[in-house]
């Protein structure tokens, strides 16, 4: 019997069992990271290794240098997360992979390492697509949380908005023409001279500036729920080249505390639209959902936290938002997702591929 076979008649009898260990990988981006997750729901362990130093001096991440240190690191990270779980391999009932999308090179480091210990040990492997990672991530913060409900996605490399109306089942109802708002702020951050990744730096600063300080402009999308950042950007670069021209000392918290209201404004704006048109007749919109729930990088952002809290408040519908450290990158979402995965019976072959550009819908 093939390996893709026992794979599939082992992912079946798991669906019968009551408790589903997954050491899952993730290698996307810049960190490298494994977790071991039960049920899709508890973190038994969770090992984050950045390689924010190494990319720093360039000023965001090299790809060729992050596909070697994942290479370097990624047997390592998973033996960890292992060994933190308290557990053996032997011990662990299925394997995950984030397959995409990323870099090319980061992914296959990644892809390659799961796939040779999946064969090793015989195990059923499941590829993951990140973006679901970064959506399940709330179900490690929310034990009870259970679809249908709207998730704002908002990471480094998209900024959707989509109905999760069932595990593994999504409808795309907003998303960026342009920027992905984590994209925005890492552009607005290099302009203020901060370091990469300018995020954290931005949310950080802007806690001591004033936010209506500066007024930038309130983009213009073809799609209601549609996103677009690029407009702010470039207002916001050519309102930092003014004052330089000026000889003006930038007021640094001044503009960072302005571009972040402005791009949380538009992030909440166009999910209260939807919210709010679901209860209209006709709309567009969504119903009889659970409630709204953040996921990726940028739900870290304070701001937007705060924003999305106040909304919830007002619509009186629960929030969901990952605790901080599942907000970015890390190998328990991918755990979590798979699991949702495994359950449906999908299980990956030993000719899973690296996909960059895959598509959650
Ligand atoms: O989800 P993530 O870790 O990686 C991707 O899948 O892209 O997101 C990284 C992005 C970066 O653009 C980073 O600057 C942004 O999330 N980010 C933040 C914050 N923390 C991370 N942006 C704004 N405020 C933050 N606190
Ligand atoms: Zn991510």
Redesign the pocket.
């Known amino acids: 019997m093939s390996y893709a076979e026992r794979s599939r008649r082992r992912a079946e009898e798991l669906g019968k069992q009551d408790t589903v260990r997954i050491l899952a990988l993730e290698t996307?981006?810049d960190?490298t990271a494994a977790a071991v997750v039960e049920n899709g729901r508890k973190i038994l362990s969770n090992v984050v290794f950045s390689q924010i130093d190494l990319h720093e001096l360039y000023g965001g991440v090299v790809p060729e240098i992050a596909s070697r240190a994942h290479m370097e690191a990624c047997d390592r990270v998973a033996d960890q997360a292992l060994r933190e779980a308290g557990l053996s391999l032997g011990e662990i009932d299925a394997l995950a992979v984030t397959k995409g999308p990323?870099l090319v090179g980061a992914l296959l480091t990644g892809v390659n390492c799961m796939k040779g210990l999946a064969f090793a040990a015989d195990k059923p492997l499941v590829g993951v697509n990140?973006?679901e990672g970064?959506v399940s991530a709330n179900y490690l913060s929310y034990p009870e949380l259970e679809p249908p409900f709207l998730c704002l996605v908002?990471?480094?490399?998209?900024s959707h908005l989509v109905e999760v109306a069932d595990y593994g089942t999504y409808r795309l109802l907003g998303q960026t023409a342009d920027d992905?708002?984590?994209?925005a702020?890492?552009k607005a951050?290099r302009v203020l001279g901060l370091p990469y990744?300018?995020?954290?730096r931005?949310?950080?600063l802007a806690e001591e500036g004033n936010p209506e300080a500066f007024t930038l402009p309130s983009p213009k999308t073809e799609g209601r729920y549609d996103y677009s950042f690029s407009g702010l950007k470039t207002a916001f670069m050519n309102t930092v080249h003014t004052l330089e021209q000026r000889g003006e000392a930038l007021p640094k918290a001044d503009l960072a505390a302005s571009f972040?209201r402005a791009v949380c404004r538009e992030l909440i704006g166009k999910a209260r639209l939807l919210l709010t048109e679901a209860e209209q007749d006709g709309a567009e919109g969504i119903k009889g959902i659970n409630g709204f729930a953040l996921a990726?990088?940028?739900s870290?952002?304070?701001e937007?936290r705060r924003m999305a809290a106040e909304m919830c408040g007002e619509l009186k519908i629960p929030l969901f938002m990952p605790e901080l450290p599942l907000?970015?990158?890390n190998g328990a979402m991918i755990g979590s997702a798979a699991y949702y995965r495994l359950r449906n019976g999908e299980t990956a072959g030993l000719d899973l591929n690296a996909v960059p550009a895959l598509k959650l819908v």
Request: hydrophobic letters at 30%.
């Open positions: 996307s981006c960190e990323g990140h973006i970064h908002v990471s480094g490399g998209h992905a708002a984590g994209e702020f890492d951050a990744p300018g995020g954290p931005i949310d950080a972040r990726g990088g940028v870290a952002n304070r937007l907000c970015t990158d």
